[in-house]
């Protein structure tokens, strides 16, 4: 292959899911040329990229998704003459990079693969058999990849490390905004704020129970001077009728969905903090993931609340811009919102401190994605990367 890398055949999970849009425009912004090789869930729909369409796979039905990574691989080789002009292939989660890999197989091609992992699955985490088992399917996977690019540190060091050490490369690249996107300027002046008022918002893939319970309970404390402000896609199999579920509250309103990037000035503009915790895979991933919520809403300049103990809380302490729930969360919550009516004080010096960060903290540069296709190629040459 090239000393350079033009052109990425990417692997996806979903065409129409916001962060693969994401990602692949971060790799065109960068300047690659982007074919996504992706099944879709639902209709089929417009992307601002060239895909082909691996067929339909639906949430949470994994014998679907195995079956998939034949059938996608089958009708991916079809378009053999695209496959050979690209110079690196990039996977987005387990099931697509099998699909990658197969691919790479059967072409006999030798370009470089790069594993985006996003999330730690259950299914991989703890000492049952069936994650002993899922994680000998991940090893082989891994060992075959040349760079693994992780969400959070946290992702590498509980899971990459210490079950597959010594055979990856990885690399840091954060849920970040992405330079040239359509998400519109900083604010130049901090949010109006109503004293003796609250208003938190709860935003993206609504799948935690326990997060939904405590900002009931929020509510239901503070029925006249907090807002709780509910806008995403709840997970069915764990919030099934989120409607009913909020209607006796008149101070929790459920949104709907959202257009990502382009409503998120609107959507952080309409509150004063957010919330970012998450106990969906509690004690694994919930504790080591870096959510889009604390760089989308650190960029409109709203602080987010966070679990003490996660990597989230632990990323907003770094960065001084952030407000950590004690443990038991249920015990510290209502006296922490309590604090803020009555003295916002704090709440609004974490503004000022999220409008000194550097735009980088919470914006991708396309050098970024430079950096990646570099590194990835170093490691498949077995070259030690260096960085200019």
């Not at 809380?313 to 960065?319: F, N, V």
């Not at 952030?322 to 003295?343: A, K």
Request: aromatic letters at 10%; proline letters at 6%; one cysteine or more.
């Amino acid at each position: 292959m090239s000393g350079e890398i033009k052109h990425i055949a990417f692997f996806g999970h979903n065409a129409k899911d916001s962060a693969v849009r994401r990602r692949a425009i971060a790799m065109q912004r960068a300047g690659f040329e982007v074919t996504g090789f992706m099944p879709r869930r639902g209709e089929a729909t417009s992307v601002p990229f060239d895909w082909v369409d691996l067929g339909e796979t639906h949430d949470n039905d994994y014998v679907h998704r195995v079956k998939s990574i034949f059938t996608g691989a089958k009708t991916a080789l079809a378009q053999r003459a695209t496959l050979d002009r690209a110079d690196l292939f990039y996977a987005r989660n387990l099931d697509m990079l099998a699909t990658a890999l197969r691919v790479r197989r059967l072409m006999k091609s030798s370009v470089p693969v790069v594993y985006e992992c996003l999330d730690i699955h259950h299914r991989l985490a703890g000492d049952a058999l069936s994650a002993k088992a899922f994680r000998q399917f991940e090893k082989r996977l891994v060992e075959a990849s040349d760079l693994i690019v992780v969400s959070s540190p946290r992702f590498e060091e509980e899971h990459f490390r210490r079950y597959y050490p010594g055979r990856y490369q990885h690399m840091l690249i954060e849920n970040r905004l992405i330079e040239g996107d359509a998400f519109g300027p900083r604010p130049e002046h901090a949010l109006p704020h109503i004293p003796g008022r609250l208003r938190v918002g709860w935003f993206g893939n609504l799948r935690c129970r326990r997060s939904l319970e405590l900002l009931k309970d929020l509510a239901r404390h503070f029925p006249h001077a907090v807002e709780i402000v509910l806008r995403g896609y709840p997970a069915l199999s764990v919030i099934p009728d989120l409607e009913s579920e909020i209607a006796p509250f008149p101070n929790i309103t459920y949104h709907g969905r959202y257009k990502a990037p382009e409503d998120l000035n609107q959507i952080y503009g309409e509150v004063d903090l957010v919330w970012a915790g998450d106990w969906y895979e509690a004690g694994f991933n919930s504790l080591w993931l870096l959510p889009n919520r604390v760089y989308e809403g650190g960029y409109f300049g709203v602080p987010a609340f966070a679990p003490e103990g996660t990597e989230t809380a632990k990323w907003l302490h770094d960065h001084g811009i952030g407000l950590i729930v004690g443990d038991p969360v249920e015990n510290h919550f209502i006296p922490l919102v309590q604090h803020l009516l009555n003295d916002p004080s704090p709440m609004l010096e974490l503004r000022r401190s999220l409008a000194a960060l550097p735009r980088d903290t919470f914006v991708e540069p396309p050098a970024v994605m430079h950096e990646m296709a570099q590194r990835a190629l170093a490691a498949h040459r077995g070259d030690a990367y260096r960085k200019d």
